[in-house]
């Protein structure tokens, strides 16, 4: 059970992280590239977006 939730958490985190760079002021490439990290490398790539990876500016995430 313990798995599931953080699994779950973990797609949570994933889809904010994503919704940020696609609503950040940052370039195509850049936008797709910092996805496919995310994506590719689940845990470290959520570090590293979250510590340098490009923010909204409007934060459109924390809205929903």
Same mark, same amino acid.
């Given at each position: 059970?313990?798995?599931? +939730?953080?699994? $779950?958490?973990? %797609?949570?985190?994933?889809?904010?992280?994503? *919704?940020?760079?696609?609503?950040? #002021?940052?370039?195509?490439?850049?936008?797709? +590239?910092?996805? $496919?990290?995310? %994506?590719?490398?689940?845990?470290?790539?959520? *570090?590293?977006?979250?510590?340098? #990876?490009?923010?909204?500016?409007?934060?459109?995430?924390?809205?929903?």
């Amino acid at each position: 059970m313990l798995e599931g +939730l953080l699994g $779950l958490l973990h %797609l949570v985190v994933a889809i904010w992280a994503i *919704i940020n760079i696609v609503g950040s #002021g940052a370039s195509t490439l850049s936008k797709v +590239l910092w996805t $496919l990290f995310v %994506l590719l490398f689940p845990l470290i790539g959520l *570090i590293v977006w979250f510590f340098t #990876g490009p923010k909204s500016g409007s934060r459109i995430a924390w809205t929903f």
